[in-house]
């Protein structure tokens, strides 16, 4: 009888062990979260370009533990380079360089880089989703590899054919029909098969992908474009509809170079931050703010954020938190007067704020811009903390600092130059990384900022790009942690519903 009692036992504390590993299990799988990172180059081929694709993807390879990694390649052009990284040579290789002669991919920069992420990352798998270049030569090729190997009735075979198809389609449209209509044909494949090589994906893993600017700029520009008015969406602004916050843009210009955190950076940075930034495309617009608005919510009540960052001065943000606790609209009427003349001297803004006010109450707000308005605002919260003895405190030299940028930044407003402008963008960057400072460090912040200073591009104002906009300088301190939403008043992208999240 005891011994019963002994292997009951035994069996019972088995059970509970076996339950809470396959709870913890549960659970691990639950946290992993996947996040799909697309790394936006102005210029294939271009050397210092491929070097900064490498890296990220080195880093990711090594640092995070990604295998997997989408290109602007056809589907048969990305199974024949795993054929390759398989291989102990490098004939594959060779004869698709060959195949892409009169292309910018013939080149030996493409070259060395495949040969280094196989002789570095030898495990990464390629995903193709592009439509079908080269189909009368890698295409054809492909197709008769797989039917040597009796592969013909393979998924294998049928996406190749359906590869090749959308090759011709897109070349016969482009050239034969309307060139605009060729290239949204391409866009809207490359977001299909996207989402197609995705779903083969592991759910939680991670991806990279590199591709042209063009299908990866967040203000939707696809590369057919009238010089004003994006015609059709690009692929990462399609793709954010499905992919949601999940969605990490990387854009350099080849004049830039913005690289993964060094060894002394990664230990300083927290792997839980994370960093949302909204692109607007202007000021007081509605349907702008509606859509800052509903990421604003989602953050707040579905990922338990506090923190919002604006484009604003550190005494405007001051007087909203002073507002958000007051009992009446007081302080927010005095700032709608101090805006006078301005943008933000508007119903559509005032309504905006209410409305944080009234659902999102524990809204923290942080001005990270140079002290517009100094000589009303300005004088009069540094009044205010002087009438409530708190001239020897952080935040009255703050203000102070604040409110001479203002002074600084308008001294020589009427002979304006770009250099004004890369002023003002370098103290944006200055106070944004002092606001993140006052945070712990696991918390994660939503701001919303005029476009220029949010396109990964790098340009704000000057069209020559001299001067780094706030987010591409920000890059250099908080990489893979900044996640820049980019839209223009033309689309219409919210955070996902219940039902999307389902």
Same mark, same amino acid.
């Given at each position: 009888?005891?011994?019963?009692?002994?292997?009951?036992?035994?069996?019972?504390?088995?059970?509970?062990?076996?339950?809470?590993?396959?709870?913890?299990?549960?659970?691990?799988?639950?946290?992993?979260?996947?996040?799909?990172?697309?790394?936006?180059?102005?210029?294939?081929?271009?050397?210092?370009?491929?070097?900064?694709?490498?890296?990220?993807?080195?880093?990711?390879?090594?640092?995070?533990?990604?295998?997997?990694?989408?290109?602007?390649?056809?589907?048969?052009?990305?199974?024949?380079?795993?054929? @390759?990284?398989?291989?102990?040579?490098?004939?594959?290789?060779?004869?698709?360089?060959?195949?892409?002669?009169?292309?910018?991919?013939?080149?030996?920069?493409?070259?060395?880089?495949?040969?280094?992420?196989?002789?570095?990352?030898?495990?990464?798998?390629?995903?193709?989703?592009?439509?079908?270049?080269?189909?009368?030569?890698?295409?054809?090729?492909?197709?008769?590899?797989?039917?040597?190997?009796?592969?013909?009735?393979?998924?294998?075979?049928?996406?190749?054919?359906?590869?090749?198809?959308?090759?011709?389609?897109?070349?016969?449209?482009?050239?034969?029909?309307?060139?605009?209509?060729?290239?949204?044909?391409?866009?809207?494949?490359?977001?299909?098969?996207?989402?197609?090589?995705?779903?083969?994906?592991?759910?939680?893993?991670?991806?990279?992908?590199?591709?042209?600017?063009?299908?990866?700029?967040?203000?939707?520009?696809?590369?057919?474009?009238?010089?004003?008015?994006?015609?059709?969406?690009?692929?990462?602004?399609?793709?954010?509809?499905?992919?949601?916050?999940?969605?990490?843009?990387?854009?350099?210009?080849?004049?830039?170079?913005?690289?993964?955190?060094?060894?002394?950076?990664?230990?300083?940075?927290?792997?839980?931050?994370?960093?949302?930034?909204?692109?607007?495309?202007?000021?007081?617009?509605?349907?702008?703010?509606?859509?800052?608005?509903? @990421? @604003?919510?989602?953050?707040?009540?579905?990922?338990?954020?506090?923190?919002?960052?604006?484009?604003?001065?550190?005494?405007?943000?001051?007087?909203?938190?002073?507002?958000?606790?007051?009992?009446?609209?007081?302080?927010?009427?005095?700032?709608?007067?101090?805006?006078?003349?301005?943008?933000?001297?508007?119903?559509?803004?005032?309504?905006?704020?209410?409305?944080?006010?009234?659902?999102?109450?524990?809204?923290?707000?942080?001005?990270?811009?140079?002290?517009?308005?100094?000589?009303?605002?300005?004088?009069?919260?540094?009044?205010?903390?002087?009438?409530?003895?708190?001239?020897?405190?952080?935040?009255?030299?703050?203000?102070?600092?604040?409110?001479?940028?203002?002074?600084?930044?308008?001294?020589?407003?009427?002979?304006?130059?770009?250099?004004?402008?890369?002023?003002?963008?370098?103290?944006?960057?200055?106070?944004?990384?002092?606001?993140?400072?006052?945070?712990?460090?696991?918390?994660?912040?939503?701001?919303?900022?005029?476009?220029?200073?949010?396109?990964?591009?790098? @340009?704000?104002?000057?069209?020559?790009?001299?001067?780094?906009?706030?987010?591409?300088?920000?890059?250099?301190?908080?990489?893979?942690?900044?996640?820049?939403?980019?839209?223009?008043?033309?689309?219409?992208?919210?955070?996902?519903?219940?039902?999307?999240?389902?």
């Amino acid at each position: 009888m005891k011994n019963k009692r002994i292997m009951l036992l035994l069996v019972i504390t088995l059970l509970i062990g076996l339950l809470g590993s396959a709870c913890s299990m549960q659970k691990e799988a639950e946290e992993k979260e996947q996040q799909i990172y697309l790394f936006g180059e102005f210029e294939h081929s271009n050397p210092d370009m491929q070097d900064q694709i490498y890296a990220w993807w080195d880093y990711f390879y090594h640092e995070k533990g990604m295998r997997h990694y989408f290109c602007e390649d056809s589907y048969y052009g990305a199974e024949l380079l795993n054929l @390759w990284m398989k291989a102990d040579n490098d004939d594959i290789l060779n004869e698709m360089y060959d195949d892409l002669e009169g292309t910018q991919a013939h080149s030996e920069v493409f070259l060395e880089f495949y040969k280094k992420i196989k002789e570095n990352c030898p495990e990464t798998i390629f995903h193709g989703t592009d439509v079908g270049h080269q189909y009368y030569s890698t295409g054809e090729r492909y197709l008769k590899y797989l039917e040597d190997n009796g592969l013909k009735d393979s998924k294998q075979y049928e996406l190749t054919i359906e590869s090749i198809n959308q090759g011709k389609e897109f070349y016969d449209i482009r050239d034969n029909k309307n060139e605009h209509d060729g290239y949204e044909y391409r866009e809207n494949k490359m977001v299909e098969n996207f989402l197609r090589e995705l779903e083969t994906v592991g759910e939680g893993e991670s991806i990279f992908g590199s591709y042209g600017a063009s299908h990866v700029e967040l203000n939707g520009y696809g590369w057919y474009w009238d010089g004003e008015n994006p015609m059709f969406d690009c692929m990462s602004v399609q793709l954010r509809k499905d992919l949601g916050e999940r969605l990490n843009i990387i854009m350099s210009y080849s004049y830039h170079e913005v690289l993964p955190p060094s060894e002394e950076e990664k230990a300083q940075a927290s792997s839980n931050q994370k960093i949302y930034i909204f692109g607007e495309y202007y000021h007081g617009n509605p349907v702008m703010q509606d859509q800052i608005y509903a @990421w @604003w919510d989602y953050f707040y009540h579905e990922k338990g954020m506090r923190h919002y960052f604006l484009e604003g001065s550190f005494f405007e943000a001051e007087y909203l938190n002073l507002w958000m606790k007051a009992d009446n609209d007081e302080i927010l009427d005095q700032l709608y007067e101090d805006f006078e003349g301005t943008a933000m001297h508007s119903e559509v803004m005032m309504d905006f704020l209410k409305k944080i006010k009234e659902n999102c109450p524990e809204t923290v707000f942080h001005g990270t811009d140079v002290g517009h308005q100094f000589w009303n605002m300005g004088k009069r919260y540094l009044e205010y903390l002087e009438d409530n003895d708190m001239k020897d405190t952080e935040k009255y030299k703050i203000a102070l600092e604040n409110f001479k940028q203002g002074e600084e930044y308008y001294k020589d407003f009427e002979n304006y130059d770009d250099d004004d402008d890369g002023y003002r963008e370098k103290m944006m960057v200055q106070n944004f990384l002092r606001e993140l400072g006052t945070l712990d460090e696991n918390e994660s912040v939503f701001g919303s900022y005029g476009g220029a200073h949010t396109e990964m591009d790098g @340009w704000v104002y000057s069209s020559d790009g001299s001067c780094d906009c706030m987010t591409f300088q920000l890059r250099k301190h908080l990489h893979e942690r900044l996640n820049v939403i980019q839209f223009y008043d033309k689309h219409k992208i919210v955070p996902l519903t219940a039902e999307d999240e389902k």
